[in-house]
């Protein structure tokens, strides 16, 4: 589901393992892209993950 593929991109994140968690957040990304094609979530809101999501994942690599 959408929140376990979110949920798993923070766990890898927060383990410093930074190779799996620029594959979750591939996935991550494009599961919210298609959720938000189907209008399941708002496109914006879609948006928004992943901004904060990329955002969270940039600044985990920096400070490593």
Do not use: C, G, P, W
Not at 29 to 49: F, V
């Amino acid at each position: 589901s959408l929140k376990a593929v979110i949920k798993n991109f923070y766990k890898a994140l927060a383990a410093k393992d930074f190779d799996t968690a620029k594959e979750k957040l591939t996935l991550a990304e494009k599961k919210l892209m298609q959720a938000a094609a189907k209008n399941t979530i708002h496109k914006n809101a879609a948006s928004r993950k992943v901004s904060r999501m990329t955002k969270a994942y940039n600044k985990a690599k920096a400070e490593a």
